[in-house]
């Protein structure tokens, strides 16, 4: 309940300092919280807990990131921008890490 009250506050307080740029393949309707990365990432390990679970480029210049709490479940969806500005696409709870293929074992 608290990250849901969190989230909501980032993205009124980022809609009163400037308009977010909305990621590509969103609808249109929907709003991001939007901030530079260092900002964003402080919030999801102190606030929250939260650790870098992994992630990935986006059409090589877009960096898409999960962040997880193993020890509340939360976790957080973040695309950064070239200039350093992250804004959260997804928040969530009960997450849960995959068990590790042991690669080569037939299953």
């Known amino acids: 309940m608290f990250k849901r009250l969190f ?9 009163a300092l400037a308009p977010p740029a909305p990621a590509q ?4 309707t929907q709003t991001l919280a939007c ?3 260092d ?3 402080g919030e999801l390990r102190g606030k929250f807990g939260e650790t870098l679970a992994g992630g990935g ?7 898409i990131e999960v962040w997880r709490s193993t020890e509340s479940g939360s976790f957080t ?3 950064t921008q070239p200039n350093g500005v992250a804004c959260v696409l997804a ?6 890490d995959a068990p590790q293929d042991p690669g080569g074992v037939a299953g």
Do not use: C, D, E, K
Request: hydrophobic fraction near 55%.
């Open 7 to 15: 989230a909501a506050a980032l993205i009124f307080g980022a809609a």
């Open 39 to 41: 900002a964003l990432v």
């Open 77 to 79: 969806l973040i695309l």
């Open 57 to 63: 480029l986006q059409s090589g210049t877009r960096l």
């Open 91 to 96: 928040t969530g709870a009960y997450w849960h």
């Open 35 to 37: 901030m530079p990365r």
């Open 25 to 28: 393949n969103l609808s249109q």
